[in-house]
């Protein structure tokens, strides 16, 4: 029996994840959690095979939670289950570690599919996905300057883009004002621009809001 954890902050979402994970013979739900935090205690106690991870709960910063799940629990994969599309956050997750990226309109019988291609072994990505990831092999040239970006800096943008002050992505990032004053200006600097609002509309046009 593979055991899959549920980590979403929505009750609703883990209810119907639940129901099709329950759906089949060879998976069960091994537990829940509803925060970056509370998902890395349980793991500590509750043995599994797969998670099923959305990025956006509260705390931990989705990229950062993938990071630790991939030093910690290496053996365990991860498939990003979540409502942001492929072209904002797809190839940053795999690079973070996780085994799979699917976002929450997919069909329930491709979420299936996906656990049991992770816990197998292997990558669940759409073609899509896989023709995207064949374009960060080549040069940086090809790609667009926020995929160049670090995911400190890839944060720090999307912040900006909402109208966030430094302070408010300070507290956010649990990082000093001073730190986050020196990412913005790095961002200014690698994107070629002069100021905050031309970021935040660079984000906007390119789809990288919440």
């Given at each position: ?129 896989a ?53 913005r200006s ?6 070629g ?18």
């Amino acid at each position: 029996m593979t055991r899959v954890f549920i980590a979403d902050d929505h009750p609703v979402v883990r209810q119907g994840l639940r129901q099709i994970v329950s759906s089949t013979n060879e998976l069960t739900v091994a537990g829940e959690a509803t925060s970056g935090q509370e998902l890395l205690e349980q793991l500590a106690a509750t043995p599994c095979d797969a998670i099923l991870l959305d990025l956006s709960m509260p705390g931990l910063d989705g990229m950062d939670l993938l990071k630790i799940l991939h030093r910690e629990w290496p053996r365990t994969p991860v498939l990003v289950l979540t409502m942001h599309s492929e072209d904002q956050f797809a190839v940053r997750a795999l690079r973070a570690g996780a085994a799979g990226y699917l976002t929450k309109d997919s069909a329930p019988a491709e979420l299936l599919g996906a656990i049991r291609k992770i816990v197998s072994g292997g990558k669940y990505i759409s073609t899509w996905l896989a023709e995207k990831l064949a374009t960060h092999l080549g040069p940086d040239a090809e790609r667009p300057a926020h995929e160049r970006l670090s995911d400190r800096e890839y944060q720090v943008l999307r912040l900006i883009a909402i109208g966030k002050s430094t302070r408010e992505i300070a507290a956010d990032m649990t990082l000093s004002v001073k730190t986050v004053a020196t990412y913005r200006s790095r961002l200014l600097e690698k994107m070629g621009m002069r100021t905050p609002a031309e970021l935040a509309a660079y984000a906007v046009r390119n789809g990288l809001t919440f």
